[in-house]
């Protein structure tokens, strides 16, 4: 694809003596100015996609293409283009938060300084504290300055506002925006759903090394048409029947469900019962997501 940055094809690594394959046969591509959500159950596959994506390991089969390069061969000049946000970091204790940034700035070849001193500002981050002292979030935020401050044409995140507090974590988003506005691209790997919904165009949801679903929220939506609540005087009719209905909840008085098709069949159960409130909504990327968990999980029982 002329537009694509990123291009997997068949993706498959088995790592020695694993009983199955991280990845299995992955296809996924992203394009530029995109900013990808990358979802999926501890152990999915995300941070092996990642390694791969910047030619730290090998595939087992399956290629990786990153600006139309070759990760693999290609690694030293594509990470000029590439800024990488790792999910668990070590870094040297007794350099000073600066210093760490020059030395990161170094390796990668340079980067804003005039942004890198707006990120620290915005990020609230006091630069002049030995490494070995930051709390977690703090040691984040280096990282995360780090890596937007090199306004490179590919940020890759792996689980990037892990340790931010909520103040942080809503500043993070306005740089990731503020990235896309700039034309860089956003490979995303995150379990936060919210962040997930609000900032990507497009999702791709991996579980057990597959992928499960990719597509835009939208797209995804559909496949869960619509989540309905409702509230009754006494306990909610029975809808185990219908078979349309997934994530069926019932505390109390209460029913909230996914719709996927007609809803014409939960109307009718429902009217008899007189609801008291009745609220029918999109789904959330939350609900989406445990839906097409819990489909998957069945499926693999
Ligand atoms: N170096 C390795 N050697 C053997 N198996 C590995 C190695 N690294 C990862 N795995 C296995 O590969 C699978 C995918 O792991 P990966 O770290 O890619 O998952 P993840 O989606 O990033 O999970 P998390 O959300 O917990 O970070 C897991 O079953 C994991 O145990
Ligand atoms: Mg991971």
Redesign the pocket.
Known sequence: MANSVITLHGLT?Q????P?P??DRLTLSVDAGQILGYL????????????LLLGL?RPSSGQVFVFEKDALTDAAQLHRDIAYIP?ETSLWPNLTGAETLRFLANIHGGNDRTYEKDLIKRFEFNPNMRVRTYSKGNRQKIILIAALSTRAKLLIM??PSSGLDPVMAKTFRDEVRAARGNGQTIFL?S?MLEEVEELCDCVAI?NN?KLVEQGTLDELRHLSAVTVEATFTGKPPDVSHLKSLTNVEVHGQFLRCNVNGSIDELLAVMAKAKPRSFLSRKPTLEELFLSLYEHDRKQAA
């Open positions: 690594k790592y020695t003596g694993a199955r991280a990845l999926g159950p501890n152990g999915a596959g995300k941070t092996t996609t990642i390694r390991i999910g792996d689980e790997s379990h991996l090394g």
